[in-house]
């Protein structure tokens, strides 16, 4: 007999209390909306403000708690939903789902210019640089134009594969750099402007490993993606 989530949650609030808001929660796993400019985890530097740390003082509620791990990341400029697990088992479960590509994931992003199709697919590879190698792994990206605007788009994102800046790698492969891209794009190249990376993790589903139901999580885009949008 399967068993049923015992304290599945309603969408939050920020407090004092709790500052990140839960989009999701059951027995298993806890999705945050997270804000954009947070790291998920320390770097080498060991940052302590970060949102593995944040949750996890935030979210105890005393011993015998078992501890929250991230099931994925997402860069520290992105904003929106992310997977959480209670503990270590539950993250297995889960980071395998992600390895077997049975978790979907959709961005928002706002890109430069329009581009040449409402939608489509980029399958160029994209790497990741240790030292002066560069390791390059295959990557698939698929995209779906929302809207055109004079000079950029509001494009809804779905990586397929999960490497490391995959999303802001082929935009600007394709010469649409993600507004407010600094590392693979030069920001002076390009008249729009806007304080970090333009993408927002907005949705995410699963089928869970326990429960056996499909699991859809939404993020609303936020308030500073949003207003660029109305004010242009």
Same mark, same amino acid.
């Given at each position: 007999?399967?068993?049923?989530?015992?304290?599945?949650?309603? +969408?939050?609030?920020?407090?004092?209390?709790?500052?990140?808001?839960?989009?999701?929660?059951?027995?298993?796993?806890?999705? !945050?909306?997270?804000? *954009?400019?947070?790291?998920?985890?320390?770097?080498?530097?060991?940052?302590?403000?970060?949102?593995?740390?944040?949750?996890?003082?935030?979210?105890?509620?005393?011993?015998?708690?078992?501890?929250?791990? +991230?099931?994925?990341?997402?860069?520290?400029?992105?904003?929106?939903?992310?997977?959480?697990?209670?503990?270590?088992?539950?993250?297995?479960?889960?980071?395998?789902?992600?390895?077997?590509?049975?978790?979907?994931?959709?961005?928002?992003?706002?890109?430069?210019?329009?581009?040449?199709?409402?939608?489509?697919?980029?399958?160029?590879?994209?790497?990741?640089?240790?030292?002066?190698?560069?390791?390059?792994?295959?990557?698939?990206?698929?995209?779906?134009?929302?809207?055109?605007?004079?000079?950029?788009?509001?494009?809804?994102?779905?990586?397929?594969?999960?490497?490391?800046?995959?999303?802001?790698? =082929?935009?600007?492969?394709?010469? =649409?750099?993600?507004?407010?891209?600094?590392? !693979?794009?030069?920001?002076?190249?390009? *008249?729009?402007? !806007?304080?970090?990376?333009?993408?927002? *993790? *907005?949705?995410?589903?699963?089928?869970? +490993?326990?429960? =056996?139901?499909?699991?859809?999580?939404?993020?609303?885009? +936020?308030?500073?993606?949003?207003?660029?949008?109305?004010?242009?």
């Amino acid at each position: 007999m399967n068993k049923s989530p015992s304290n599945s949650l309603p +969408p939050s609030t920020n407090t004092p209390r709790h500052p990140i808001k839960i989009l999701y929660e059951d027995d298993h796993y806890i999705v !945050f909306d997270k804000p *954009a400019g947070l790291l998920v985890i320390p770097t080498s530097k060991n940052e302590k403000r970060t949102l593995v740390n944040i949750v996890n003082q935030q979210y105890a509620a005393g011993e015998g708690t078992p501890k929250l791990h +991230p099931c994925h990341r997402i860069d520290e400029d992105t904003s929106g939903a992310i997977i959480f697990a209670k503990g270590k088992s539950s993250q297995r479960m889960m980071m395998d789902l992600f390895k077997r590509r049975y978790v979907t994931k959709k961005y928002i992003a706002l890109v430069h210019g329009r581009l040449p199709s409402e939608k489509g697919e980029f399958r160029n590879p994209v790497y990741k640089q240790f030292g002066r190698k560069r390791v390059f792994s295959s990557a698939i990206t698929r995209y779906r134009v929302l809207s055109a605007k004079k000079q950029f788009s509001i494009v809804e994102v779905q990586p397929v594969t999960g490497r490391t800046n995959q999303i802001r790698i =082929h935009f600007s492969q394709a010469g =649409h750099p993600l507004l407010g891209e600094r590392k !693979f794009a030069f920001a002076r190249d390009y *008249a729009l402007k !806007f304080r970090r990376t333009a993408l927002h *993790a *907005a949705s995410v589903e699963w089928k869970h +490993p326990v429960y =056996h139901r499909t699991v859809s999580v939404q993020s609303d885009l +936020p308030k500073d993606m949003s207003e660029f949008i109305k004010g242009t």
